[in-house]
């Protein structure tokens, strides 16, 4: 079992930049891949970014690439999700998930998921 909590989404202007982060309890964390996901109101939970349990691999969303960047840190059991360049269209809630799949995109195929935080960004 993994529990995870997000925290860092808040208001920020077009153009900004924000750093989500999203810790982990429990002893399993490293064993896990990360995914970060977002939803808008009115619209279907959409792959962000991944990352393997290693931190060797990371995977994107096309809308995404060249301005999110995904992280993590084993020891202290937390992935980051650092978003710059950010616009209108990045508003959602992002959450974070773990999963035993490597580089996985789809919701169903993660296992566990925090609450979500609310990334507002304004033009």
């Known amino acids: 079992q993994v529990q995870l909590v997000e925290s860092g989404g808040g208001l920020v202007q077009a153009g900004g930049s924000l750093r989500l982060s999203c810790a982990a309890s429990?002893?399993?964390?490293?064993?896990?891949?990360m995914g970060w996901f977002r939803q808008a109101p009115g619209k279907e939970r959409e792959f962000v970014a991944a990352i393997s349990w290693s931190g060797g691999s990371t995977y994107y969303a096309d809308s995404v690439k060249d301005r999110f960047t995904i992280s993590r840190d084993n020891t202290k059991k937390t992935v980051y999700l650092q978003m710059n360049s950010l616009k209108p269209e990045d508003t959602a809630v992002y959450y974070c998930a773990a999963s035993f799949r490597s580089l996985a995109t789809k919701p169903g195929e993660y296992d566990y998921w925090g609450q979500g935080t609310q990334v507002t960004v304004s033009s």
């Open positions: 429990g002893r399993t964390f490293s064993s896990y891949n």
